[in-house]
């Protein structure tokens, strides 16, 4: 047995609350080095030697690790508990004391004192496993033409392009994107600015004119709403645009200004010319970097949230930059929105290992840029699905398991190379319905449903095509939505099983309740054997969507199946 490999913390992601009564608990060893493995719990107050014993299964594997986890539940909410383990050729025990032989005293446990309710995992029942649509509002379609509009809708864009898209345009085509199957509408920020993107506010108590302003928001959220979807706005707390009266008051006052201390500023005066203060990426002076640790700040910005949050009635935020803004804001954040909005969703972009932000007082859950990653790489034959698999798993390993229905799985985004750009259509096709079929909120931005291209930003913002929306370029979305919506259990709360497969073909299965569907994805162009029955199917190649039950144990090349 492997025993520098064996680790365990009673805190973090490897002793958890996941009910009022229930403990969840983890062990990482060396890969395929344990034959079992046990835990032996009791109440911390219970000095007798009347442990209960749980199994524990095999989480997750990644390339030299294996994750086991068990759910312990005590009515008196105390835990101390020790592990026994079986390898290959021996048989031990691991406490808070190291590794025991023998006998193994109640004082050798590791300890979880109590759980207390407000460290219980909470997330929006709605979210899980929904499907997202991301919008850039400027964009995405056009009610009217607008005096700042500088561009024709099928122009390329340019970084100070604007082309009219509005929050009409949105009401207008409510029912196409409810028809991909859409849950959640996310928008990019509304708040006043001049730029198209508006992640340099100007004012974070007004909703921007080019979008149509407050009374147009209020209409789609209504209209949002009465579709039964909802709709999530853009956060940004990060840094505001050099336009903003708070920071003209610094670049006026400087060392007067009563808000010099808003930000990270170098030297005085302050000039946005040399660009003297921190900024968003360091390089971007219209964009002062503020200081989130500041109580005043924290008050400001999360004030602002709250108020948006009442009047429009949102279903949750998705925070930019998350993992540059001080933790106490976003804790304070959280705790303010749910007292608004107790079931409102809280999502943190971060590109990276988002351990830090979930641990239940921040956000709720995080733009998972590593599944797009590892997805590409696959999709390019840099890895084989092992190492897919393995790779995902290693991302895993970092969250607590009741996370893992809400990570938003994403192929793509306004920050990154569009989707069709980087592996071609009918690739970008099946790997829209895998990130549909994985475990997680699958995220889809506007466009990717019918393979709009795009490089570098600014050249992935172009605007929605809307003459090659089509019932044949989106069937294959809707239909295989519908049969989500039909196996709702197993794709919003199942379990995902991978298997290990040959060439380019991606497998895993979705279990729930005794029920299991096995999905494939052909990324190769060769046949590849399955095995099932055929409940769903879709050809990239001729845009051919299968719905009727057939026996296979053949998928064509760059096809994707779902098979019992």
């Not at 909703?207 to 579709?227: C, P, Q, S, T, W």
């Not at 990426?281 to 503020?290: E, H, I, K, T, Y």
């Not at 859950?365 to 798993?393: M, P």
């Not at 989500?484 to 995902?496: A, C, M, Q």
Request: net charge negative; hydrophobic share 35%.
């Amino acid at each position: 047995m492997k025993k520098e490999s064996i680790f365990h913390i009673c805190t973090g992601t490897y002793a958890y609350a996941s009910g009022k009564y229930t403990l969840n608990v983890r062990l990482k060893c060396a890969k395929n080095d344990l034959k079992s493995a046990r835990v032996h719990y009791m109440n911390v107050y219970d000095h007798s030697q009347n442990r209960h014993i749980s199994e524990m299964h095999r989480l997750c594997s990644d390339e030299f690790s294996d994750l086991y986890e068990a759910e312990l539940t005590l009515p008196e909410r105390h835990f101390k508990y020790f592990f026994e383990l079986d390898g290959r050729d021996e048989h031990i025990y691991f406490t808070a004391d190291g590794f025991l032989r023998g006998n193994v005293d109640n004082k050798n446990s590791f300890f979880f004192p109590v759980i207390n309710e407000d460290e219980i995992p909470q997330f929006p029942a709605w979210a899980k496993g929904a499907l997202v649509y991301q919008i850039f509002v400027d964009r995405f379609f056009s009610s009217k033409r607008r005096e700042r509009v500088n561009r024709e809708w099928d122009e390329l864009p340019d970084r100070a392009s604007i082309y009219g898209g509005d929050f009409d345009g949105i009401v207008e085509k409510l029912d196409y994107i409810r028809g991909l199957g859409t849950e959640v509408i996310y928008l990019c920020p509304v708040f006043r600015s001049k730029t198209n993107h508006k992640y340099d506010i100007e004012d974070y108590y007004a909703i921007d004119d080019m979008f149509g302003g407050e009374e147009a928001l209020v209409r789609l959220v209504n209209a949002v709403h009465a579709k039964g979807m909802r709709l999530i706005l853009d956060c940004v707390f990060n840094h505001m645009s050099y336009e903003n009266a708070i920071f003209k008051d610094v670049v006026k006052n400087g060392e007067k200004s009563r808000y010099k201390d808003w930000f990270y500023l170098y030297s005085y005066p302050v000039d946005v010319q040399k660009g003297n203060y921190d900024t968003f990426a360091g390089c971007v002076p219209s964009m002062p970097r503020l200081n989130t640790s500041n109580p005043e700040v924290i008050s400001y910005l999360v004030d602002s949230a709250v108020y948006w949050t009442k009047k429009l009635g949102i279903d949750g935020w998705r925070l930019d930059v998350a993992d540059e803004v001080s933790t106490s804001l976003w804790r304070r954040f959280r705790e303010e929105i749910i007292k608004v909005k107790p079931d409102a969703l809280i999502i943190g972009e971060i590109w990276n290992h988002a351990t830090k932000w979930m641990g239940g007082d921040q956000v709720h859950t995080v733009t998972n840029y590593k599944y797009r990653k590892w997805l590409l790489d696959f999709i390019h034959e840099r890895i084989d699905s092992e190492t897919f698999w393995q790779k995902i798993a290693s991302n895993n390993m970092l969250y607590k398991t009741p996370c893992y229905d809400y990570l938003i799985n994403l192929l793509g985004s306004h920050d990154t190379i569009r989707i069709s750009e980087e592996v071609g259509r009918q690739k970008a096709a099946l790997a829209l319905l895998a990130t549909m079929a994985f475990r997680g909120m699958p995220l889809i931005y506007y466009g990717d449903e019918i393979g709009l291209e795009g490089g570098e930003d600014p050249d992935n913002r172009r605007p929605m095509p809307w003459r090659e929306v089509s019932k044949e370029n989106t069937e294959y979305v809707s239909a295989f939505s519908k049969l989500r919506k039909g196996y709702e259990d197993i794709f919003k709360s199942g379990e995902l099983r991978p298997y290990f497969t040959k060439g380019r073909l991606l497998a895993f299965e979705r279990a729930w309740g005794g029920q299991a569907l096995k999905i494939y994805i052909n990324f190769g162009a060769d046949e590849a054997p399955i095995d099932g029955e055929q409940i769903f199917g879709y050809n990239a190649g001729t845009k051919t969507v299968t719905t009727e039950k057939k026996d296979v144990n053949r998928i064509e090349g760059f096809s994707f199946a779902v098979c019992k």
